[in-house]
């Protein structure tokens, strides 16, 4: 069976999950500025756990972004380090679709779309919107970055549920307070759960040919260009 170490440092959290011989087990925290400190021991905790080298992991999957822009190269340094050291391909996910996954799963939704939020400073917000499908999520709009109004005017649609603490930027809206909960974080679970159907379709692929996705200095730069164009 396939064995997959995931790691997620987008945000406040931190948290590893390990993949092996179909069980998941995984460490989480909530800590502001600790990713540091905590990341490598929780990666030593699962191996040690499972009793298995690092060269016995098949893939690792981490959340690419966005989010913390520390928090995220944080992340990636630890994935870089492990996978030139063992030799291990990358799978890189969208942290608002690790927490799209992580709501569906923990908010017990059958159907229907949920907006992940996260707040970018500057009065912005990473958001997305994901569709519940047979047990996963599927991208509904891509991730953005944007302002909250901008945000709630794209949502034309009924929203099953919104999570993330860019939802506590998203004022006035409709949702009951039952359908919003601006505490849930990505998990690396979650990653667990997303990377397994990408690693049996070969999109792991080697650590050089991997990109974080800030999306705001991608927007950025789109917005640049565009002013350009005659």
């Not at 929780?42 to 893939?59: E, T, Y």
């Amino acid at each position: 069976m396939t064995t997959i170490l995931a790691i997620d440092t987008a945000t406040t959290a931190c948290s590893v999950a390990l993949s092996h011989k179909g069980e998941v087990r995984q460490e989480f925290i909530d800590t502001p500025r600790e990713h540091t400190r905590l990341v490598l021991p929780m990666v030593d905790k699962l191996l040690a756990l499972a009793d298995i080298p690092l060269a016995r992991v098949d893939a690792l999957a981490f959340t690419c972004g966005p989010g913390s822009f520390t928090g995220l190269r944080i992340g990636f340094g630890v994935i870089q380090g492990l996978a030139f050291g063992g030799n291990i391909p990358v799978i890189p996910v969208s942290t608002l679709k690790v927490m799209a996954h992580r709501a569906m799963r923990e908010m017990s939704l059958q159907e229907g779309l949920v907006v992940p939020a996260l707040d970018a400073r500057m009065n912005e917000i990473y958001w997305g919107i994901y569709q519940v499908v047979g047990g996963s999520v599927e991208a509904h709009r891509a991730d953005t970055v944007s302002t909250p109004e901008e945000a709630l005017a794209a949502m034309t649609g009924p929203v099953n549920a919104g999570v993330g603490d860019g939802w506590s930027l998203l004022k006035p809206h409709s949702m009951p307070p039952s359908r919003v909960n601006t505490a849930l974080t990505p998990d690396a679970r979650s990653i667990i759960d997303i990377a397994h159907p990408l690693f049996v379709d070969g999109a792991a692929k080697p650590v050089e040919r991997i990109e974080l996705s800030y999306i705001r200095n991608e927007v950025s730069w789109k917005k640049r260009q565009k002013i350009r164009q005659p």
